[in-house]
Protein backbone atom coordinates (compact mmCIF):
# COMPACT_ATOMS: atom_id res chain seq x y z
CA UNK A 1 0.00 0.00 0.00
CA UNK A 2 2.75 2.67 1.02
CA UNK A 3 4.13 1.97 -2.85
CA UNK A 4 0.91 2.79 -3.97
CA UNK A 5 0.55 5.93 -1.61
CA UNK A 6 4.24 6.93 -2.65
CA UNK A 7 3.20 6.95 -6.34
CA UNK A 8 0.05 8.26 -6.27
CA UNK A 9 2.10 11.47 -4.27
CA UNK A 10 4.18 11.39 -7.22
CA UNK A 11 1.40 11.39 -9.92
CA UNK A 12 0.16 14.59 -7.42
CA UNK A 13 2.80 16.36 -7.46
CA UNK A 14 4.36 15.66 -11.21
CA UNK A 15 0.34 17.15 -11.56
CA UNK A 16 1.12 20.75 -10.12
CA UNK A 17 4.00 20.76 -11.80
CA UNK A 18 2.50 20.17 -15.09
CA UNK A 19 -0.18 23.26 -14.02
CA UNK A 20 3.08 25.33 -14.90
CA UNK A 21 4.25 23.48 -17.79
CA UNK A 22 4.60 25.13 -21.23
CA UNK A 23 2.61 23.43 -23.83
CA UNK A 24 3.20 23.86 -27.40
CA UNK A 25 3.92 24.61 -30.37
CA UNK A 26 1.67 21.83 -31.20
CA UNK A 27 -1.12 21.06 -28.77
CA UNK A 28 -4.49 20.20 -28.22
CA UNK A 29 -6.78 22.88 -26.29
CA UNK A 30 -9.74 21.06 -24.82
CA UNK A 31 -12.33 23.31 -23.91
CA UNK A 32 -14.82 22.48 -20.77
CA UNK A 33 -16.85 23.51 -18.15
CA UNK A 34 -16.03 23.01 -14.60
CA UNK A 35 -16.59 24.37 -11.30
CA UNK A 36 -12.87 25.94 -9.64
CA UNK A 37 -12.56 27.78 -6.77
CA UNK A 38 -9.46 29.82 -7.16
CA UNK A 39 -10.45 32.49 -4.52
CA UNK A 40 -11.94 30.16 -2.36
CA UNK A 41 -15.24 30.76 -3.90
CA UNK A 42 -16.21 27.92 -5.93
CA UNK A 43 -18.47 28.64 -9.44
CA UNK A 44 -19.31 27.36 -12.75
CA UNK A 45 -16.01 28.32 -15.24
CA UNK A 46 -14.49 27.99 -19.03
CA UNK A 47 -11.68 25.69 -18.47
CA UNK A 48 -8.37 24.50 -20.95
CA UNK A 49 -7.15 21.19 -20.65
CA UNK A 50 -8.88 21.55 -17.10
CA UNK A 51 -7.77 25.30 -15.39
CA UNK A 52 -8.40 28.51 -15.53
CA UNK A 53 -6.19 30.70 -16.32
CA UNK A 54 -5.31 28.42 -19.60
CA UNK A 55 -1.71 26.67 -19.57
CA UNK A 56 0.80 28.29 -20.85
CA UNK A 57 1.73 28.09 -24.54
CA UNK A 58 5.30 28.14 -25.42
CA UNK A 59 7.49 28.24 -28.72
CA UNK A 60 10.31 29.53 -30.41
CA UNK A 61 10.80 32.44 -32.71
CA UNK A 62 10.35 30.91 -35.99
CA UNK A 63 8.11 28.03 -34.88
CA UNK A 64 5.06 26.66 -36.74
CA UNK A 65 2.07 26.50 -34.03
CA UNK A 66 -0.66 24.36 -34.63
CA UNK A 67 -2.81 24.65 -31.85
CA UNK A 68 -6.18 22.30 -31.64
CA UNK A 69 -9.03 23.73 -30.11
CA UNK A 70 -11.50 21.11 -28.89
CA UNK A 71 -14.50 22.03 -28.28
CA UNK A 72 -16.74 20.17 -25.16
CA UNK A 73 -18.81 23.27 -23.33
CA UNK A 74 -22.23 22.11 -22.32
CA UNK A 75 -22.87 25.60 -20.59
CA UNK A 76 -24.97 28.11 -22.47
CA UNK A 77 -24.62 30.54 -19.91
CA UNK A 78 -21.06 31.30 -20.78
CA UNK A 79 -21.70 29.96 -24.10
CA UNK A 80 -21.30 26.83 -25.32
CA UNK A 81 -19.28 27.94 -28.49
CA UNK A 82 -15.85 29.65 -29.15
CA UNK A 83 -13.30 31.00 -31.00
CA UNK A 84 -9.91 32.28 -29.55
CA UNK A 85 -7.46 34.68 -30.51
CA UNK A 86 -3.83 34.88 -30.16
CA UNK A 87 -3.21 37.85 -29.12
CA UNK A 88 -0.29 40.05 -30.40
CA UNK A 89 0.25 38.27 -33.28
CA UNK A 90 0.54 39.22 -36.61
CA UNK A 91 -1.40 36.37 -38.20
CA UNK A 92 0.30 37.75 -41.28
CA UNK A 93 -0.92 35.18 -44.84
CA UNK A 94 -3.60 33.38 -41.93
CA UNK A 95 -6.03 36.30 -40.88
CA UNK A 96 -8.25 33.34 -40.78
CA UNK A 97 -6.45 32.47 -37.71
CA UNK A 98 -6.96 35.58 -35.95
CA UNK A 99 -10.01 34.45 -34.05
CA UNK A 100 -12.10 37.44 -33.12
CA UNK A 101 -15.31 35.53 -33.72
CA UNK A 102 -17.91 37.29 -36.95
CA UNK A 103 -14.47 39.29 -37.79
CA UNK A 104 -12.70 36.70 -39.02
CA UNK A 105 -14.43 33.61 -38.28
CA UNK A 106 -17.85 31.76 -37.11
CA UNK A 107 -17.79 30.03 -33.95
CA UNK A 108 -16.48 26.89 -32.94
CA UNK A 109 -19.55 24.81 -32.48
CA UNK A 110 -19.76 22.74 -28.98
CA UNK A 111 -18.50 18.99 -30.47
CA UNK A 112 -16.30 19.93 -33.06
CA UNK A 113 -13.01 21.17 -32.86
CA UNK A 114 -10.55 23.70 -35.28
CA UNK A 115 -6.90 23.70 -35.73
CA UNK A 116 -5.68 27.10 -35.38
CA UNK A 117 -2.25 26.93 -37.40
CA UNK A 118 0.50 29.78 -38.21
CA UNK A 119 3.67 30.89 -38.52
CA UNK A 120 5.47 33.25 -36.27
CA UNK A 121 8.51 34.38 -37.98
CA UNK A 122 9.87 37.40 -36.82
CA UNK A 123 8.31 37.78 -33.49
CA UNK A 124 9.36 37.03 -29.81
CA UNK A 125 8.17 38.00 -26.54
CA UNK A 126 4.90 37.84 -24.06
CA UNK A 127 1.83 37.29 -25.09
CA UNK A 128 -1.40 35.54 -24.43
CA UNK A 129 -4.49 33.93 -26.05
CA UNK A 130 -8.22 34.08 -24.68
CA UNK A 131 -11.91 33.89 -25.97
CA UNK A 132 -13.25 36.61 -28.86
CA UNK A 133 -16.63 35.66 -28.33
CA UNK A 134 -19.01 38.08 -26.52
CA UNK A 135 -17.69 37.94 -22.59
CA UNK A 136 -16.43 34.70 -22.66
CA UNK A 137 -12.50 35.23 -21.68
CA UNK A 138 -14.28 36.66 -18.26
CA UNK A 139 -14.98 33.53 -17.34
CA UNK A 140 -11.82 32.03 -17.68
CA UNK A 141 -10.97 31.25 -20.93
CA UNK A 142 -7.45 32.82 -21.12
CA UNK A 143 -3.90 32.26 -20.81
CA UNK A 144 -0.71 33.32 -21.30
CA UNK A 145 1.38 32.42 -24.14
CA UNK A 146 5.35 33.07 -24.63
CA UNK A 147 7.63 33.30 -27.93
CA UNK A 148 11.29 32.34 -26.91
CA UNK A 149 13.85 34.38 -29.03
CA UNK A 150 17.33 32.37 -29.25
CA UNK A 151 19.40 35.51 -29.42
CA UNK A 152 17.55 37.54 -27.24
CA UNK A 153 19.45 40.93 -26.92
CA UNK A 154 18.32 41.69 -23.36
CA UNK A 155 19.86 37.79 -22.35
CA UNK A 156 22.81 39.54 -20.65
CA UNK A 157 20.07 41.26 -18.11
CA UNK A 158 18.86 37.66 -16.76
CA UNK A 159 19.33 34.62 -15.72
CA UNK A 160 15.94 32.75 -15.11
CA UNK A 161 13.34 33.23 -17.78
CA UNK A 162 11.42 30.02 -17.84
CA UNK A 163 7.33 28.81 -17.26
CA UNK A 164 8.04 29.79 -13.43
CA UNK A 165 8.66 33.38 -14.00
CA UNK A 166 5.60 33.72 -15.95
CA UNK A 167 2.73 36.15 -13.51
CA UNK A 168 -0.68 36.39 -15.23
CA UNK A 169 -3.11 38.97 -13.50
CA UNK A 170 -6.91 38.58 -13.84
CA UNK A 171 -9.86 40.10 -12.07
CA UNK A 172 -12.09 37.41 -11.58
CA UNK A 173 -15.92 37.57 -10.46
CA UNK A 174 -18.42 35.28 -8.54
CA UNK A 175 -21.18 36.02 -11.34
CA UNK A 176 -21.17 34.78 -15.11
CA UNK A 177 -20.43 37.21 -17.23
CA UNK A 178 -23.65 37.11 -18.87
CA UNK A 179 -25.66 36.88 -15.08
CA UNK A 180 -24.20 39.68 -13.58
CA UNK A 181 -24.56 43.59 -14.90
CA UNK A 182 -23.45 45.03 -17.63
CA UNK A 183 -20.99 47.11 -16.35
CA UNK A 184 -20.12 45.46 -12.96
CA UNK A 185 -18.67 47.65 -10.55
CA UNK A 186 -15.39 45.32 -9.49
CA UNK A 187 -14.21 42.38 -9.74
CA UNK A 188 -14.91 40.03 -6.70
CA UNK A 189 -10.88 39.13 -6.36
CA UNK A 190 -8.10 39.54 -7.77
CA UNK A 191 -6.12 36.51 -9.17
CA UNK A 192 -2.38 36.85 -9.77
CA UNK A 193 -1.43 33.41 -11.35
CA UNK A 194 -4.59 31.95 -11.02
CA UNK A 195 -5.46 32.01 -6.99
CA UNK A 196 -6.43 35.14 -4.89
CA UNK A 197 -8.71 36.80 -2.17
CA UNK A 198 -11.81 38.45 -2.25
CA UNK A 199 -12.92 40.07 1.22
CA UNK A 200 -15.20 36.77 2.27
CA UNK A 201 -12.41 34.57 1.54
CA UNK A 202 -9.30 36.09 3.26
CA UNK A 203 -7.81 32.60 4.09
CA UNK A 204 -7.74 31.77 0.63
CA UNK A 205 -4.67 30.59 -0.94
CA UNK A 206 -2.37 33.11 -2.51
CA UNK A 207 -0.02 32.38 -5.40
CA UNK A 208 3.76 31.81 -4.18
CA UNK A 209 6.70 33.07 -5.97
CA UNK A 210 10.04 31.29 -5.31
CA UNK A 211 13.54 32.79 -6.14
CA UNK A 212 16.79 32.61 -5.02
CA UNK A 213 19.41 35.13 -3.68
CA UNK A 214 21.89 36.43 -5.88
CA UNK A 215 19.82 35.54 -8.88
CA UNK A 216 18.30 37.75 -11.86
CA UNK A 217 14.75 36.90 -12.72
CA UNK A 218 13.02 37.89 -16.23
CA UNK A 219 9.53 37.93 -15.23
CA UNK A 220 6.60 38.25 -18.01
CA UNK A 221 3.49 39.91 -16.72
CA UNK A 222 0.22 39.71 -18.03
CA UNK A 223 -2.79 41.28 -17.93
CA UNK A 224 -5.80 38.76 -18.65
CA UNK A 225 -7.75 41.56 -17.42
CA UNK A 226 -11.33 41.78 -18.41
CA UNK A 227 -11.95 45.18 -17.24
CA UNK A 228 -9.73 46.99 -14.82
CA UNK A 229 -6.29 47.98 -14.81
CA UNK A 230 -4.20 46.90 -12.25
CA UNK A 231 -0.94 48.48 -10.48
CA UNK A 232 1.44 46.35 -9.77
CA UNK A 233 5.03 46.29 -7.55
CA UNK A 234 6.81 43.93 -5.83
CA UNK A 235 7.63 45.29 -1.95
CA UNK A 236 11.59 45.99 -1.29
CA UNK A 237 12.20 45.55 -5.35
CA UNK A 238 13.10 47.76 -8.36
CA UNK A 239 11.61 46.27 -11.74
CA UNK A 240 13.72 46.87 -14.64
CA UNK A 241 11.38 47.16 -17.53
CA UNK A 242 12.54 45.12 -20.90
CA UNK A 243 9.68 44.64 -23.07
CA UNK A 244 6.13 46.17 -23.84
CA UNK A 245 3.57 44.04 -25.39
CA UNK A 246 6.17 41.39 -27.33
CA UNK A 247 8.45 44.74 -28.46
CA UNK A 248 12.05 45.01 -26.94
CA UNK A 249 12.38 47.76 -24.96
CA UNK A 250 15.44 49.87 -23.40
CA UNK A 251 16.03 48.74 -20.05
CA UNK A 252 13.79 51.08 -17.87
CA UNK A 253 14.03 50.82 -13.92
CA UNK A 254 10.43 51.28 -12.18
CA UNK A 255 8.92 50.63 -8.76
CA UNK A 256 5.39 50.32 -9.88
CA UNK A 257 3.63 49.37 -13.70
CA UNK A 258 0.36 50.33 -14.07
CA UNK A 259 -0.71 47.40 -16.71
CA UNK A 260 -3.91 47.77 -18.48
CA UNK A 261 -6.50 45.09 -19.63
CA UNK A 262 -4.06 43.06 -22.40
CA UNK A 263 -0.69 44.42 -21.92
CA UNK A 264 2.09 42.98 -21.31
CA UNK A 265 5.70 43.91 -19.54
CA UNK A 266 8.41 41.78 -19.09
CA UNK A 267 11.05 43.30 -15.88
CA UNK A 268 14.15 41.99 -14.54
CA UNK A 269 13.89 41.62 -10.72
CA UNK A 270 17.11 40.88 -9.36
CA UNK A 271 16.90 38.75 -5.58
CA UNK A 272 18.94 40.77 -3.86
CA UNK A 273 17.29 41.67 -0.78
CA UNK A 274 17.72 39.77 2.59
CA UNK A 275 15.69 36.60 2.64
CA UNK A 276 12.08 37.24 3.78
CA UNK A 277 9.42 36.87 1.86
CA UNK A 278 7.23 39.78 0.21
CA UNK A 279 4.09 40.89 -0.88
CA UNK A 280 3.69 41.20 -4.62
CA UNK A 281 0.78 43.59 -4.90
CA UNK A 282 -1.23 44.16 -7.76
CA UNK A 283 -4.40 46.76 -7.04
CA UNK A 284 -6.99 47.10 -9.49
CA UNK A 285 -8.10 50.60 -10.68
CA UNK A 286 -11.81 50.18 -8.93
CA UNK A 287 -13.60 47.24 -7.36
CA UNK A 288 -12.37 45.61 -3.92
CA UNK A 289 -9.05 47.87 -3.41
CA UNK A 290 -5.97 47.92 -1.31
CA UNK A 291 -4.84 44.47 0.48
CA UNK A 292 -6.80 44.23 3.85
CA UNK A 293 -6.60 40.40 4.33
CA UNK A 294 -4.29 39.88 1.53
CA UNK A 295 -6.21 40.58 -1.28
CA UNK A 296 -4.95 41.82 -4.92
CA UNK A 297 -1.15 40.32 -3.42
CA UNK A 298 0.72 37.11 -3.94
CA UNK A 299 4.12 36.41 -2.03
CA UNK A 300 7.53 36.80 -3.75
CA UNK A 301 9.75 33.86 -1.33
CA UNK A 302 13.01 33.89 -1.32
CA UNK A 303 14.88 30.07 -0.53
CA UNK A 304 15.47 29.64 2.62
CA UNK A 305 12.14 32.28 4.33
CA UNK A 306 9.88 30.51 6.08
CA UNK A 307 6.71 29.51 4.44
CA UNK A 308 4.80 32.10 6.07
CA UNK A 309 2.91 35.40 4.94
CA UNK A 310 4.68 38.40 4.44
CA UNK A 311 4.54 41.45 6.69
CA UNK A 312 6.11 43.65 4.33
CA UNK A 313 4.88 47.01 3.69
CA UNK A 314 4.24 48.79 0.87
CA UNK A 315 6.24 52.50 0.31
CA UNK A 316 4.83 55.21 -1.51
CA UNK A 317 6.00 54.24 -5.86
CA UNK A 318 8.55 57.15 -6.49
CA UNK A 319 9.34 55.71 -10.14
CA UNK A 320 6.20 54.28 -11.55
CA UNK A 321 6.15 53.43 -15.35
CA UNK A 322 5.41 56.39 -17.60
CA UNK A 323 4.67 55.10 -21.79
CA UNK A 324 6.74 58.17 -22.86
CA UNK A 325 10.00 57.11 -20.56
CA UNK A 326 9.22 53.63 -22.35
CA UNK A 327 11.59 53.38 -26.00
CA UNK A 328 11.91 50.92 -28.52
CA UNK A 329 15.74 48.91 -28.03
CA UNK A 330 16.25 48.68 -31.75
CA UNK A 331 15.96 52.03 -33.86
CA UNK A 332 12.29 51.67 -35.28
CA UNK A 333 11.04 54.31 -38.00
CA UNK A 334 7.78 56.19 -37.15
CA UNK A 335 5.69 55.92 -40.56
CA UNK A 336 4.95 59.16 -42.11
CA UNK A 337 6.69 62.20 -41.29
CA UNK A 338 7.75 63.94 -38.24
CA UNK A 339 4.47 66.41 -38.38
CA UNK A 340 0.99 66.10 -36.65
CA UNK A 341 -1.21 64.62 -39.71
CA UNK A 342 1.68 63.78 -41.81
CA UNK A 343 0.42 60.56 -42.79
CA UNK A 344 -1.78 59.15 -46.04
CA UNK A 345 -4.37 58.57 -44.28
CA UNK A 346 -5.13 60.34 -40.66
CA UNK A 347 -8.69 58.99 -38.71
CA UNK A 348 -10.09 60.17 -35.17
CA UNK A 349 -12.16 57.96 -33.39
CA UNK A 350 -14.98 60.21 -32.08
CA UNK A 351 -15.78 58.15 -28.56
CA UNK A 352 -19.66 57.96 -27.52
CA UNK A 353 -22.11 56.78 -25.21
CA UNK A 354 -25.96 55.92 -24.48
CA UNK A 355 -26.36 54.24 -21.78
CA UNK A 356 -26.30 51.32 -23.04
CA UNK A 357 -23.97 51.28 -25.84
CA UNK A 358 -20.90 52.70 -26.87
CA UNK A 359 -19.91 54.49 -30.53
CA UNK A 360 -17.12 55.12 -32.60
CA UNK A 361 -18.28 57.99 -34.95
CA UNK A 362 -21.31 57.41 -34.40
CA UNK A 363 -21.61 54.10 -34.77
CA UNK A 364 -21.79 51.16 -32.32
CA UNK A 365 -20.51 48.12 -33.31
CA UNK A 366 -22.83 45.17 -33.75
CA UNK A 367 -21.16 41.72 -35.23
CA UNK A 368 -22.56 40.56 -38.71
CA UNK A 369 -24.08 37.69 -39.29
CA UNK A 370 -21.57 36.51 -41.90
CA UNK A 371 -17.63 37.11 -41.09
CA UNK A 372 -16.36 40.37 -42.71
CA UNK A 373 -13.25 38.21 -44.00
CA UNK A 374 -15.70 36.24 -45.73
CA UNK A 375 -17.50 39.05 -47.09
CA UNK A 376 -14.28 40.14 -48.51
CA UNK A 377 -13.75 36.57 -50.19
CA UNK A 378 -17.29 36.42 -51.19
CA UNK A 379 -16.23 39.68 -53.56
CA UNK A 380 -17.15 42.63 -51.53
CA UNK A 381 -14.47 45.14 -52.45
CA UNK A 382 -15.27 48.51 -50.42
CA UNK A 383 -16.05 49.40 -46.91
CA UNK A 384 -19.55 50.81 -47.62
CA UNK A 385 -20.22 47.11 -49.24
CA UNK A 386 -19.00 45.43 -45.75
CA UNK A 387 -21.17 45.22 -42.92
CA UNK A 388 -21.63 46.24 -40.01
CA UNK A 389 -22.50 49.35 -41.91
CA UNK A 390 -20.26 52.70 -41.06
CA UNK A 391 -17.79 50.18 -38.38
CA UNK A 392 -15.80 49.23 -41.15
CA UNK A 393 -12.86 51.19 -42.27
CA UNK A 394 -10.74 50.88 -45.94
CA UNK A 395 -6.99 51.31 -44.83
CA UNK A 396 -4.89 51.37 -48.95
CA UNK A 397 -1.92 49.27 -49.14
CA UNK A 398 1.41 50.32 -47.75
CA UNK A 399 0.39 53.29 -46.72
CA UNK A 400 0.99 55.30 -43.46
CA UNK A 401 -2.30 55.61 -41.25
CA UNK A 402 -2.36 57.52 -37.80
CA UNK A 403 -5.31 56.99 -35.54
CA UNK A 404 -6.14 59.66 -32.54
CA UNK A 405 -7.92 58.66 -29.47
CA UNK A 406 -9.10 61.89 -28.09
CA UNK A 407 -10.45 61.06 -24.31
CA UNK A 408 -14.39 62.42 -23.42
CA UNK A 409 -16.52 62.20 -20.53
CA UNK A 410 -19.25 61.66 -23.23
CA UNK A 411 -17.41 57.81 -23.20
CA UNK A 412 -17.59 56.68 -19.48
CA UNK A 413 -15.13 54.35 -18.05
CA UNK A 414 -12.31 55.47 -19.04
CA UNK A 415 -9.20 54.81 -19.72
CA UNK A 416 -10.02 53.02 -22.34
CA UNK A 417 -7.47 50.52 -23.42
CA UNK A 418 -7.42 50.16 -27.37
CA UNK A 419 -6.21 46.97 -29.41
CA UNK A 420 -5.32 46.58 -33.07
CA UNK A 421 -5.22 43.20 -34.66
CA UNK A 422 -2.25 42.34 -36.53
CA UNK A 423 0.13 44.86 -36.15
CA UNK A 424 2.13 46.68 -33.31
CA UNK A 425 2.22 50.83 -33.53
CA UNK A 426 4.27 53.50 -32.73
CA UNK A 427 2.34 55.30 -29.67
CA UNK A 428 3.33 59.23 -30.56
CA UNK A 429 1.43 60.97 -28.29
CA UNK A 430 0.81 59.10 -24.99
CA UNK A 431 -1.76 59.14 -21.93
CA UNK A 432 -0.89 62.10 -19.77
CA UNK A 433 1.25 64.14 -22.21
CA UNK A 434 0.60 66.54 -25.02
CA UNK A 435 4.25 65.93 -26.47
CA UNK A 436 4.31 64.40 -29.71
CA UNK A 437 7.47 61.64 -30.09
CA UNK A 438 7.99 61.05 -33.84
CA UNK A 439 11.91 59.75 -33.16
CA UNK A 440 11.75 56.97 -30.46
CA UNK A 441 8.34 56.16 -28.83
CA UNK A 442 7.56 53.01 -27.70
CA UNK A 443 5.76 50.25 -30.13
CA UNK A 444 2.89 48.02 -28.87
CA UNK A 445 -0.30 46.29 -29.35
CA UNK A 446 -2.67 47.78 -26.69
CA UNK A 447 -2.60 51.72 -25.39
CA UNK A 448 -4.39 53.43 -22.60
CA UNK A 449 -6.32 55.91 -23.93
CA UNK A 450 -6.28 58.31 -21.23
CA UNK A 451 -8.88 60.26 -19.38
CA UNK A 452 -10.76 63.18 -20.00
CA UNK A 453 -9.46 65.33 -17.52
CA UNK A 454 -5.65 65.17 -18.37
CA UNK A 455 -7.64 66.34 -21.98
CA UNK A 456 -5.53 63.25 -23.57
CA UNK A 457 -5.38 62.62 -27.44
CA UNK A 458 -3.34 59.62 -27.91
CA UNK A 459 -2.33 59.00 -31.07
CA UNK A 460 -0.86 56.02 -32.65
CA UNK A 461 0.95 55.17 -36.21
CA UNK A 462 1.32 52.05 -38.02
CA UNK A 463 2.05 50.55 -41.65
CA UNK A 464 -0.46 48.95 -43.62
CA UNK A 465 1.67 45.69 -44.77
CA UNK A 466 -0.82 43.04 -43.58
CA UNK A 467 -3.50 42.41 -45.92
CA UNK A 468 -7.07 41.58 -43.91
CA UNK A 469 -9.93 42.99 -41.75
CA UNK A 470 -8.60 43.53 -38.29
CA UNK A 471 -10.67 44.59 -35.02
CA UNK A 472 -9.52 47.60 -33.33
CA UNK A 473 -11.60 47.97 -29.59
CA UNK A 474 -11.59 48.77 -26.57
CA UNK A 475 -10.15 45.76 -24.21
CA UNK A 476 -12.56 46.17 -21.40
CA UNK A 477 -14.28 42.76 -22.63
CA UNK A 478 -17.87 44.64 -21.06
CA UNK A 479 -17.13 48.04 -23.31
CA UNK A 480 -16.71 45.56 -26.57
CA UNK A 481 -19.60 43.74 -25.41
CA UNK A 482 -21.56 46.96 -25.77
CA UNK A 483 -19.90 48.05 -29.11
CA UNK A 484 -16.84 49.80 -28.47
CA UNK A 485 -15.21 48.45 -31.79
CA UNK A 486 -14.29 49.01 -35.59
CA UNK A 487 -12.79 46.74 -38.58
CA UNK A 488 -9.61 48.29 -40.05
CA UNK A 489 -10.06 46.48 -43.56
CA UNK A 490 -6.56 46.43 -44.84
CA UNK A 491 -5.67 46.42 -48.67
CA UNK A 492 -9.02 44.88 -49.28
CA UNK A 493 -8.00 43.47 -53.07
CA UNK A 494 -5.02 41.67 -51.67
CA UNK A 495 -6.86 40.19 -48.83
CA UNK A 496 -8.25 36.94 -50.97
CA UNK A 497 -4.25 35.97 -52.34
CA UNK A 498 -2.76 36.73 -49.53
CA UNK A 499 -4.46 34.71 -46.93
CA UNK A 500 -5.49 31.22 -48.48
CA UNK A 501 -8.28 29.30 -46.17
CA UNK A 502 -8.37 25.94 -44.82
CA UNK A 503 -11.54 24.10 -45.57
CA UNK A 504 -11.97 23.43 -42.05
CA UNK A 505 -12.37 27.22 -41.97
CA UNK A 506 -15.20 27.63 -44.75
CA UNK A 507 -17.05 24.53 -42.57
CA UNK A 508 -16.94 26.59 -39.59
CA UNK A 509 -20.00 29.36 -41.17
CA UNK A 510 -22.47 26.10 -41.99
CA UNK A 511 -21.65 24.22 -38.62
CA UNK A 512 -22.59 27.50 -36.27
CA UNK A 513 -25.26 28.40 -38.62
CA UNK A 514 -26.97 24.86 -38.14
CA UNK A 515 -27.15 25.00 -34.53
CA UNK A 516 -30.56 25.68 -32.51
CA UNK A 517 -29.37 29.20 -30.52
CA UNK A 518 -29.85 26.78 -27.18
CA UNK A 519 -26.76 25.49 -28.42
CA UNK A 520 -24.43 28.43 -29.53
Same mark, same amino acid.
Given at each position: ????????????????????????????????????????????????????????????????????????????? *?? @??????? =?GFFQHGTNWADGPAFINQCPISTGH???????????????????? /?????????? +???????????????????? #????ITLADWYHVAAKLGPSFPL???????? +???????????? /???????? +? @???????????????????????????????????????????????????????????????????????????????????????????????????????? @???????? =??????????????????? %??? *???????????????????????? /??????????????????????????????????????????????????????????????????????????????????????????????????????????????????? *???????????????? %??????????????? #??
Amino acid at each position: MSNFQSLLSFIIITFAALAHAGIGPVTDLTLTNAEVSPDGFARQAVVVNGVTPGPLITGNEGDHFQLNVIDQLTNHT *ML @KSTSIHW =HGFFQHGTNWADGPAFINQCPISTGHSFLYDFQVPDQAGTFWYHSH /LSTQYCDGLR +GPFVVYDPNDPHASLYDVDN #DDTVITLADWYHVAAKLGPSFPLGADATLIN +GLGRSPGTTTAD /LAVINVTQ +G @KRYRFRLVSLSCDPNHVFSIDGHDLTVIEADAVNTQPLVVDSIQIFAAQRYSFVLNANQPVDNYWIRANPSFGNVGFEGGINSAILRYDGASPTEPTTNQTTST @KPLNEVDL =HTLASTPVPGSPVSGGVDL %AIN *MAFNFNGTNFFINGESFVPPTVPV /LLQILSGAQTAQDLLPTGSVYSLPSNASIEISFPATAAAPGAPHPFHLHGHTFAVVRSAGSTAYNYDNPVFRDVVNTGTPANNDNVTIRFQTDNPGPWFLHCHIDFHLEAGFAVV *MAEDIPDVKSVNPVPQ %AWSDLCPTYNALDPS #DQ
